[in-house]
C-alpha cells in the first residue's frame, strides 16, 4: 500500500477501534463488583443528604481502579440529582486552580475565566452553590500522589473537606486512587482530623479473568473472524508477565494496525510477534521516564552489574553510591519490581532462608540505547 491507499482505505477490520483507547469504559464490566459496591457504599450517605464517606482505592496499574470509580459516578448520576461527582486527573491537573476549574466545569457546565478571578472567588462560587442547591459533592482524585509532588496535596484536600467550616450544611467527599507502593502520605494535622478513609483493595486480574476481559474487548473492537482464540491466548500470556491489562488492551490495538497495514484480513502470529516488539521498546522508556534519580541509581547498578546479584550485595554497592537510608534503598528496589522492571526471587539462603536473587526483566542494551 502506498500512504495515500492507507491514509483513504475504507475497509477495516475494527469494528470499534476506541474499544482499546485508555479511556474506554466497556458496558460489560466484570471482576470488580465487590470494590464497587464498597464505593456505592461510601456514596450513599450523600443520597440520602449527609455525609459522604471517603476512600483510598489502591491497586497496581491495570487493576480496573479508574474504571470502576467512573462506573459508579456514571450510575450515581442516572439516578441521583443529589450528588456532584467529579473526576480528575493528577497527572493533568496539580494545582488548586487548575483542580477546582475541573470542578467548576462540572458543577456549571463550563470553566472559570483563566485570568482576573481569584482562586477565592471561585471556590466561593463553588461552595455556595452546593449550599443552596443541598447537593453533595465527591471529587476522585487518579494518581493523587501527583498532588504530593506538586506540594498541593494538604491545600486542596483542606479546601474540600472543611469547606463546611464556612459553608454550613455542604457536605464533600474524596475518592483518592493510588498505584504507588508508597501510599501513606503525610497529611497536615488539619487534614487527618476529616480525612478518615475507607480503604479499597483492587487485586491484580487472574489468568482467566484477563483472558475473559481481552475476549470481551476483541469483540467490540473486530469483527467477526478477524482475531482467533489462540491469538488472544498468547496476548493474554504476554500481559499476565507484563502484570498490567492496560499492556494486553494496547497490543490488541497495535496488532490490529500491523494486520490492517499488511492488508491483512485477520490477524496473524507475525502480526503479534511484531507488535510485542514494538510495545516493548515504548513501554520500557515511557516506565525509565517515570523514574526519579535515585531509582535511575539503582537500575543502572543492577543493568551494569556482572556478577549474580542478591539483595544484601545490592545495598552495599547503592549505599556506597548514594547517601541514603537502608529503607530507601529497600523502598526503592520494591518500586523496580513494581514497575515490573526487577523480579526478586528467594534463594533459601542467607539469614533465615530470606536471600533473594535481583533478575532484570529486560534487555541491558535497551536500557543503554533508550538512556542515549
Do not use: W
Request: contains cysteine; glycine residues 6%; proline residues 3%.
Amino acid at each position: 500500500m502506498g500512504i495515500e491507499d492507507i491514509l483513504m482505505h475504507d475497509e477495516s477490520i475494527f469494528q470499534n477501534i476506541n474499544a482499546f483507547d485508555p479511556d474506554f469504559i466497556p458496558d460489560n464490566f466484570n471482576y470488580r463488583d465487590t470494590q464497587m459496591e464498597a464505593m456505592a457504599m461510601a456514596i450513599r450517605p450523600a443520597i440520602g443528604g449527609g455525609k459522604p464517606n471517603n476512600l483510598v482505592v489502591l491497586g497496581s496499574c491495570g487493576t480496573g481502579k479508574t474504571t470502576a470509580v467512573k462506573k459508579v459516578f456514571e450510575l450515581v448520576e442516572k439516578t441521583s440529582e443529589k450528588v456532584i461527582t467529579c473526576y480528575i486527573n493528577c497527572q493533568l491537573h496539580t494545582t488548586r486552580f487548575g483542580i477546582f476549574s475541573q470542578i467548576h466545569k462540572k458543577v456549571f457546565g463550563h470553566l472559570p475565566p483563566e485570568t482576573g478571578v481569584p482562586f477565592s472567588k471561585i471556590y466561593e462560587k463553588i461552595m455556595k452553590h452546593l449550599q443552596k442547591e443541598e447537593k453533595g459533592l465527591i471529587v476522585a482524585f487518579d494518581d493523587v500522589n501527583y498532588l504530593f509532588q506538586s506540594k498541593n496535596a494538604n491545600k486542596i484536600f483542606y479546601d474540600l473537606l472543611r469547606a463546611y467550616e464556612e459553608f454550613p450544611g455542604t457536605k464533600t467527599g474524596i475518592f483518592a486512587i493510588l498505584s504507588d507502593l508508597e501510599l501513606r502520605f503525610a497529611f497536615d494535622k488539619n487534614v487527618n482530623t476529616v480525612f478518615i478513609p475507607q480503604d479499597i483493595t483492587f487485586q491484580p486480574y487472574s489468568y482467566s479473568e484477563i483472558l475473559d476481559i481481552l475476549s470481551d474487548r476483541s469483540k467490540v473492537g473486530f469483527y467477526s473472524g478477524v482475531i482467533s482464540d489462540d491469538i488472544i491466548e498468547e496476548i493474554t500470556e504476554y500481559t499476565i508477565n507484563n502484570g498490567d491489562l492496560r499492556t494486553g488492551i494496547d497490543l490488541l490495538r497495535i496488532t490490529g494496525n500491523i494486520a490492517e497495514a499488511n492488508a491483512s484480513r485477520e490477524i496473524k502470529i507475525e502480526h503479534l510477534k511484531e507488535a510485542i516488539k514494538s510495545q516493548t521498546s515504548v513501554n520500557l522508556s515511557e516506565t525509565l521516564k517515570s523514574l526519579n534519580s535515585i531509582e535511575k541509581s539503582l537500575l543502572e547498578i543492577i543493568v551494569d552489574s556482572s556478577e549474580i546479584l542478591t539483595a544484601g550485595n545490592l545495598s552495599d554497592k547503592f549505599l556506597e553510591k548514594e547517601d541514603v537510608s537502608y529503607a530507601t534503598f529497600n523502598r526503592t528496589l520494591e518500586k523496580l519490581e513494581f514497575l515490573r522492571l526487577i523480579d526478586t526471587k528467594f534463594t533459601g539462603k542467607g539469614v533465615r532462608g530470606n536471600s533473594r536473587e535481583i533478575i532484570l526483566r529486560f534487555n541491558p542494551e535497551d536500557f543503554f540505547k533508550l538512556c542515549k
